[in-house]
């Protein structure tokens, strides 16, 4: 079946830094690819989308680029700020009808000041 | 943009009792919603599918009969853990499409 991998923090970087996570997929047909932001104590924010290959997803300074060849939606973002601190989970949507998201098993960041 | 409501936001009930957790669609309809669970740092676990006007889809291993899912409208579906006990403790997310995914903001739930 889908499944989505991404790499397991926690993560701490230091303010300013470059940020990857990275996100691999394995699906059936042609998925489309999110990142979502999860705030303590909240729900799912999503962050960023792409559709199709080599669409890239941008919000907020967060980029991700959909790269069929090597499956994968990995997340960056040249400059981290201590609100970037949250957890961010890379998901997949097959596409066929009203069918829940796959989600990985999510990253904490933690930036610190 | 699509919003959706999840209430309570947190709830503390006693063993043996039962919580609803109700989900609204706030400005579209939505079909189908998901209902989540999430331990501490965790992903999420899917726990069901719930489609307006018919019965749930429940995961494997999720007992229909302890969480029971209702979706009466097309703008809500509930969620009600009944006969609550300690390890029912957890976070509960719900999700509702339309052109997306769009999620609550969970409800803490935590039975004493």
């Known amino acids: 079946g889908d499944s989505v991998t991404q790499m397991e923090g926690p993560v701490t970087l230091s303010e300013e830094a470059f940020l990857t996570i990275n996100c691999t997929y394995t699906?059936?047909?042609?998925?489309?690819l999110f990142w979502y932001v999860q705030y303590p104590g909240e729900g799912l924010q999503l962050l960023l989308k792409a559709t199709k290959a080599d669409d890239k997803g941008s919000n907020k300074g967060f980029e991700a680029t959909y790269r069929k060849e090597t499956t994968s939606f990995h997340l960056e973002k040249g400059s981290v700020q201590v609100s970037d601190s949250a957890v961010y989970f890379c998901a997949l949507s097959p596409n066929s009808g009203n069918t829940p998201l796959v989600f990985g098993k999510g990253t904490r960041l933690s930036v610190i000041a | 943009g699509a919003v959706v409501s999840q209430h309570p936001s947190w709830v503390i009930c006693k063993s043996g009792t039962s919580v609803k957790i109700e989900c609204r669609s706030l400005d579209f309809q939505a079909t189908t919603m998901f209902w989540y669970r999430q331990f501490p740092k965790q992903s999420l676990m899917l726990m069901a599918t719930?489609?307006?006007?018919?019965?749930?889809?429940?995961e494997q291993g999720v007992e229909k009969d302890k969480f029971l899912i209702n979706h009466a409208s097309l703008t809500l579906s509930t969620l009600t853990v009944t006969s609550a006990h300690p390890e029912d403790s957890s976070f509960y997310i719900c999700?509702?499409?339309?052109?997306?995914?769009?999620f609550g903001s969970g409800t803490r739930l935590t039975v004493v």
């Open positions: 719930s489609n307006e006007g018919s019965k749930a889809t429940y």
């Open positions: 999700s509702a499409t339309d052109y997306g995914y769009t």
């Open positions: 699906a059936t047909g042609y998925p489309s």
